[in-house]
């Protein structure tokens, strides 16, 4: 039974609890509680016997598979340090995570073979690459195969602590990936809700509780459609697994709302998890082409975190998926879930003030009216992995408590709520107007022309910077005038905000995950007229 707040000691009490219960469906294989607590075993004595010890980092860079809970969940029992890689990263994105994170061992799919090769000498840390089969044909040579580890007899135990880090990497809209530190026992009820999510017990007290929380949980599917390198998807993943819930896996290479449709159907899915407007749209269009196509009834939640969620999709979805609650919950890598969002006559989501939750402006508790960025105390990360400047910046004291400050700018409300206005490295400063991408980007996408669309700001010797939209054109459509989309804009937006041009892709390019790329965008709106 468990005795820590550590994801490995909680996971293995529920798989005591519920031995026989589904807790992984894939498309590659299904896996009761018992079977993948067992393979994680064996998985961990493998990674043991090739060095890798307690503290050790072992970076996931892999596609959405069991193989990524696996190595997530036998990293943590052997105490060490599991990490998300983002697969589209490049050579030189790689080399500086790896380098970042003092990874001991990476865990790849076997496409990635080549790189891991290149890239294996220059990392002085790596002892062990491992290559998961992938139906690709590649030469995994270098690595080891990934069933020569599962092969192992279980080992340990191993010493663990609540105090074990998990490393969230964060590319955010700038800069480089930052590694947010987080033990366990913050993980646990900053990110996985206390495993209080899906039963009515509500989180747990002690470790000891994890037991009646996989007994009693409602019995749910959760079907979290983000890639599990974003950690989104990790915390949805958490949320369900120490509740005994059964986690289902798209493990297509993309995203297609008609596969996740299919999918939800054949196997009950009652929850689907996705991040924001840019998988909201795909699903609610997908749902609009295909009416009656299929039996979505067994779907109570359509939930989404990690982007902004527009309240026209959640709308659109309420009606095409009766059945379904909608929710939409905020959170950062530094903050962990901040609540689910409300309804905001201005900026892009409500969230409420408390004793752990607030606004601080200039290292101080934001008065009421005042604006600054969301923070969070009590369960939060200790800081970034070899990064002091960044962590001085973001993880503040104040009146000697450790506050983590997001990137999110917000207002303190005399309700004792928080308007949140968007991420405060984006802002956008247009003639000493500020203006938030989130909300003008909002705007555009419910114009039924526009399928997608950021927005970044253009340097402009008079304002300081123009408002610029790029955008893509939904199919079936033909290319409004910018003046009718500008009219359409300035009856939802004051007119400082509504954007001065528009910048017209096939494409808007967004990160796996759907998050906008700020930087991307920047690059194309610098020339636009």
């Known amino acids: ?88 990263y490049r050579a030189d994105e790689l080399r500086y995570l790896f380098a970042n994170a003092d990874s001991v061992a990476i865990v790849h799919g076997a496409e990635f073979s080549p790189i891991i090769r290149d890239l294996r000498g220059e990392v002085p840390t790596l002892k062990l690459t491992v290559a998961v089969e992938d139906g ?27 105090d074990d880090i998990l490393l969230c990497y964060t590319g955010g809209t700038t800069g480089m ?9 913050a993980f646990v009820f900053a990110c996985a809700g206390g495993a209080g999510y ?31 390198m974003h950690m989104a998807a990790m915390w949805t993943v958490w949320s369900a697994l120490l509740n005994g819930v059964t986690i289902i896996l798209d493990e297509g290479r993309v995203f297609d709302p008609e596969r996740v449709f299919d999918i939800a159907e054949r196997e009950g899915a009652n929850m689907i998890q996705f991040v924001g407007d840019a998988m909201a749209t ?30 026209h999709l959640k709308d659109d979805l309420k009606a095409l998926v009766p059945s379904a609650s909608i929710t939409d919950g905020m959170g950062s890598s530094e903050t962990g879930m901040s ?29 009421v009216g005042e604006t600054g960025f969301v923070a969070r105390t009590g369960n939060t990360p200790v800081g970034y992995y070899n990064d002091p400047v960044k962590t001085a910046e973001t993880f503040v004291v104040i009146d000697g408590t450790l506050w983590a400050v997001s990137g999110d700018a917000a207002r303190l409300d005399p309700d004792g709520m928080i308007t949140v206005f968007g991420r405060g490295s984006t802002c956008i400063n247009t003639g000493g107007e500020k203006v938030f991408p989130e909300e003008v980007e909002e705007v555009l996408r419910a114009h039924p022309a526009i399928f997608d669309a950021v927005v970044a700001g253009q340097p402009d010797a008079r304002w300081g910077e123009r408002v610029i939209g790029v955008v ?58």
Not at 341 to 366: C, Y
């Open 1 to 88: 039974m468990a005795s820590r707040f550590h994801l490995a000691d909680l996971f293995e009490a529920v798989a005591q609890t519920v031995p026989e219960r589904l807790a992984v469906i894939g498309q590659s294989q299904r896996m009761t509680f018992a079977e993948l607590n067992a393979r994680c075993d064996r998985l961990a004595a493998g990674l043991a016997a090739h060095g890798v010890g307690r503290g050790a980092a072992v970076g996931l860079y892999l596609y959405n598979g069991p193989a990524y809970l696996e190595a997530f969940i036998a990293t943590c029992k052997l105490g060490a340090v599991p990490y998300n890689v983002n697969y589209r």
């Open 198 to 228: 899906f039963n009515p017990h509500g989180p747990i007290q002690q470790p000891e509780d994890i037991a009646s929380r996989a007994r009693d949980g409602y019995p749910l599917k959760m079907f979290p459609l983000a890639p599990l």
């Open 136 to 162: 690709s044909g590649a030469d995994i040579a270098g690595s080891v195969p990934y069933a020569e580890l599962l092969a192992h007899e279980p080992g340990g135990p191993w010493e663990r602590s609540e």
């Open 177 to 185: 990936p930052k590694g947010a530190m987080w033990p366990h026992r």
């Open 282 to 311: 795909p699903l609610r269009d997908c749902l609009r082409a295909n009416p009656g196509r299929w039996n979505l009834s067994a779907v109570v939640n359509l939930g989404s975190g990690g982007a902004v969620f527009s309240q």
């Open 472 to 529: 893509s054109l939904r199919p079936g459509q033909e290319q409004p005038p910018f003046d009718a989309i500008k009219a359409f804009a300035s009856e939802r937006l004051a007119g400082y905000k509504v954007p001065k041009a528009l910048v017209w892709v096939d494409e808007v390019k967004r990160s796996p995950a759907g998050k906008q790329d700020y930087r991307w965008a920047k690059d194309m709106v610098a020339e636009a007229a």
């Open 339 to 367: 609540g689910m969002a409300e309804k905001s006559a201005e900026g892009v989501m409500r969230l409420p003030a408390n004793a752990f939750q607030q606004v601080v402006s200039d290292g101080r508790i934001a008065a």
